[in-house]
T-cell receptor, first 111, second 116 residues
Framework: KQEVTQIPAALSVPEGENLVLNCSFT??????LQWFRQDPGKGLTSLLL?????REQTSGRLNASLDKSSGRSTLYIAASQPGDSATYLC??????????FGAGTTVTVRA | EAGVAQSPRYKIIEKRQSVAFWCNPI?????LYWYQQILGQGPKLLIQ????????DSQLPKDRFSAERLKGVDSTLKIQPAKLEDSAVYLC??????????????FGPGTRLTVL
C-alpha cells in the first residue's frame, strides 16, 4: 500500500523567498511521482511529473527532485510570488493506473 | 480546448436525501475518474472508467454510491441516501490514454457537497 505524507501542512513566507515543499512515500518501487497545484474552489493542475529514471524535473521557477531510495521528493519554487499561494499536492502511483495523494501543503506568499 | 466541466458547483442537502453530480470530460479522453476530497485530505479515487467500462471501483461505497458513463463520454455520480460523512468536494478528471500512472490527468473544478 502506498502512503504519501506531506509536511508541513501549511507554510507562510514573504514574497521573494524560496519555497521548499516536502513529500515522502512508503513504497519506493514507483515509476514516477507527480506534483499538483490546487487553488481554492478549483480542481488540480499538474505541475511536474518526474520519471523514476530522472533525479530532477524543471519548469520555469519550479524544480522537483526525486530520491527513490529514501522515499522522498522535494518541490522547490524559486523567488516566490503572491500568485504562488495555493495548495501543493504530490501523488505517487499505487499501481499502473491509480494514484495515492498526499494531503497537501498550503502555501501563503505575503506581499 | 475546453476543460473538464462539472455541475453543479455547490450542493447542500439533508442527510438521507439523494444527489447526483455530472461530469463532461475533455473531448476524446478515454479515461474518466471520480475522486472524493474531504477537507484537509488529498483526493481519493472512487471510480475509474476507461471508455464506458469500469477499471476500478474498489473504494466506491456501493451500498449508497453509483456511477455510470454512458456512451463513453459524460458521467454521472449518484449518492443515495447521503450521510453526513459524504460532505466533501467531488472531483472529476479525465486523461487521454488508458489511464496509466504517467498519463496527465485534467481535473474539473469540483462539486462541493454539504450534507446537513
Amino acid at each position: 500500500k502506498q502512503e504519501v505524507t506531506q509536511i508541513p501542512a501549511a507554510l507562510s513566507v514573504p514574497e521573494g523567498e524560496n519555497l521548499v515543499l516536502n513529500c515522502s512515500f512508503t513504497d519506493s518501487a514507483i515509476y514516477n511521482l507527480q506534483w499538483f497545484r490546487q487553488d481554492p474552489g478549483k480542481g488540480l493542475t499538474s505541475l511536474l511529473l518526474i520519471q523514476s529514471s530522472q533525479r530532477e524535473q524543471t519548469s520555469g521557477r519550479l524544480n522537483a527532485s526525486l530520491d527513490k531510495s529514501s522515499g522522498r521528493s522535494t518541490l522547490y519554487i524559486a523567488a516566490s510570488q503572491p500568485g504562488d499561494s495555493a495548495t501543493y499536492l504530490c501523488a505517487a502511483p499505487v499501481n499502473d493506473y491509480k494514484l495515492s495523494f498526499g494531503a497537501g501543503t498550503t502555501v501563503t506568499v505575503r506581499a | 480546448e475546453a476543460g473538464v466541466a462539472q455541475s453543479p458547483r455547490y450542493k447542500i442537502i439533508e442527510k438521507r436525501q439523494s444527489v447526483a453530480f455530472w461530469c463532461n470530460p475533455i473531448s476524446g479522453h478515454a479515461t474518466l475518474y471520480w475522486y472524493q476530497q474531504i477537507l484537509g485530505q488529498g483526493p481519493k479515487l472512487l471510480i475509474q472508467f476507461q471508455n464506458n467500462g469500469v477499471v476500478d471501483d474498489s473504494q466506491l461505497p456501493k451500498d449508497r454510491f453509483s456511477a455510470e458513463r454512458l456512451k463513453g463520454v459524460d458521467s454521472t455520480l449518484k449518492i443515495q441516501p447521503a450521510k453526513l460523512e459524504d460532505s466533501a468536494v467531488y472531483l472529476c478528471a479525465s486523461s487521454p490514454g488508458q489511464g496509466i500512472g504517467s498519463d496527465t490527468q485534467y481535473f474539473g473544478p469540483g462539486t462541493r457537497l454539504t450534507v446537513l
